[in-house]
């Protein structure tokens, strides 16, 4: 009985915020759900079928522009077609017809900021980096693109229609001048924005970081009213930097928002770097313990530039007993992994169990999934860990255990050269559960792990795919995996 309330949990968190009007098989933000599981529910998918994975020879998408967003995916109640949704550097949104990949309708957002426009940065043209996200009631898709305006680069966050790509009235929202006159000052050129925004309690979050060498910045979340969009509020670590550029972005668990924070530049006490935030959805500024988590280390971190927020925060519920632990995972860029109290988060040094993972780093986004009674979680990473290959690029999947204290320990390490984001899909939220990652700026090659062991279910195309940067991810539908990649998108089907 212990093990089925487990199950119905978990397929329920790995949906949960969905709202009442999205169609089941919609994938409306980052990694399928707002606490970044990625685990995708596929009936269809069993280990014995993912060997049959190939190329839809159907599918065709042409697209302008490099792609690091993860696409979208919207089906309307009762439709019987549905879309992909792409955006690309090129300040390009596409809604492409999902079996076929031809475009449904695009829209054009502006110019992009080139690279002579900003003082740093690894990526040019610069336009929409960070994953969009759905609202199902209103059936809009909003997102931030960096624009070139006339009075310089400036990030709006737009609100377009799904049935045509028109923009909804009252929107963009320009970031730069909501904050001109405030402290922290938000510049433009500096501030960067990659993580994937999230829908919640009626609003939009926008989390950024900063460009690639950049400074000043600081780590920043900006909550835009859904019904006024002239109602922008904002949170703001103290210390200059403390980006926030995990992939994941902004996370909820239903209840809260969540976010992980990068180092921070001259600060000998502590001010809201290398740490695990809540946030309340009106983004005030707390100092109660409950609220944050930062290592004891955490000034070896901000010096060694080894960000905990290499990685969203991951929501998990363990079995423990009667009552499952409501926990955080955390991973940090210097490989070690935290467990942490997602009531009472610790403040500094408050964490219930820490790990070492790897010797080398940990990369990108995670996916977790239930095996038995632990909860695993795979992540791209590279050097010792369980590899037989000290320098490999590969995934290692590390198991956490309900308990007092709760544990974590190696479950299995996959050999995949390059640094994709996994995702997982299950039959049922734990049946079946398959590892997928692409070796994006390594093998190139879209690669399947069975979850509970490790063993190879799929390892192809032999000779790669075009157009993958660093810690992309996939989605899993009913039918197909998508992977996006500069100037397409490409389409496996099962």
């Known amino acids: 009985m212990r093990r089925i309330g487990f199950v119905l949990f978990v397929v329920v968190l790995s949906l949960g915020g969905l709202p009442a009007r999205a169609d089941p098989s919609s994938i409306l933000t980052y990694h399928g759900s707002p606490n970044r599981s990625g685990n995708f529910v596929v009936p269809s998918l069993t280990w014995d079928r993912a060997k049959t994975l190939r190329f839809d020879p159907a599918f065709h998408a042409e697209l302008s522009g490099k792609i690091h967003a993860q ?17 690309t550097e090129n300040n390009v949104v596409y809604a492409l017809d999902a079996l076929s990949g031809q475009t449904v309708w695009k829209r054009e957002l502006g110019p992009p900021v080139g690279r002579e426009a900003l003082p740093c940065g690894d990526i040019a043209p610069l336009g929409v980096t960070g994953t969009p996200v759905i609202d199902a009631a209103s059936e809009t898709l909003f997102l931030d693109a960096a624009i070139n305006l006339p009075s310089g ?47 919640f309690n009626n609003t939009v979050y926008v989390p950024f970081g900063s460009f690639f060498g950049c400074a000043p910045y600081h780590g920043t979340v900006v909550g835009v009213s859904l ?43 502590w001010a809201d770097g290398e740490a695990v935030i809540r946030l309340p959805p009106d983004l005030h500024h707390s100092a109660d313990e409950r609220d944050f988590f930062a290592p004891t280390d955490w000034h070896d971190l901000d010096v060694n530039d080894s960000d905990l927020g290499v990685i969203a925060p991951m929501p998990l519920d363990l079995p423990a007993g009667k009552d499952p632990q409501k926990l955080v995972l955390a991973l940090g860029k210097d490989g070690k992994a935290y467990l942490l109290d997602r009531t009472h988060l610790g403040g500094v040094g408050g964490a219930l169990a820490i790990k070492k ?40 999947t590390l198991a956490a255990h309900g308990g007092h204290p709760p544990t974590l320990a190696v479950a299995w390490c996959g050999k995949m050269q390059g640094f994709g984001a996994p995702i997982v899909t299950t039959t049922d939220g734990s049946a079946n559960p398959i590892v997928w990652a692409v070796g994006a700026q390594g093998d190139n090659r879209l690669h399947g ?25 996939l989605i899993a539908t009913q039918d197909r995996l998508y992977v996006g990649a500069d100037g397409t998108i490409y389409a496996f089907a099962f």
Request: charged content about 15%.
């Open 357 to 396: 993972m790897s010797g080398w780093g940990i990369y990108a986004a995670a996916a977790a999934y239930p095996v038995a009674d632990s909860i695993y979680v795979a992540f791209p990473t590279e050097g010792p860990g369980c590899l037989e290959d000290p320098l490999r690029k590969g995934l290692i």
């Open 153 to 199: 680069p400036s990030d709006l966050v737009f609100a377009l229609a799904l049935k045509d790509g028109a923009i909804v009235p009252g929107w963009p929202v320009d970031i730069r001048g909501a904050f001109a006159d405030q402290n922290p000052p938000f510049l433009a050129t500096t501030q960067n924005q990659r993580g994937a925004l999230l829908v």
């Open 71 to 87: 696409p979208l995916y919207w089906q309307p109640p009762g439709a019987k077609s549905a879309l992909l949704i792409a955006v």
């Open 449 to 473: 792990f069975k979850g509970d062991t490790g063993e190879v279910l799929f390892d192809g195309p032999k000779q790669g795919l075009a157009g993958l940067h660093r810690l992309q991810t």
């Open 227 to 269: 019904s006024d969009p002239h109602k922008v509020t904002r949170w703001a670590t103290r210390a200059e930097g403390g980006g926030i550029w995990a992939q994941g972005g902004v996370v909820s668990d239903g209840a809260s928002l969540f976010v992980a924070t990068g180092n921070t530049y001259g600060t000998a006490d």
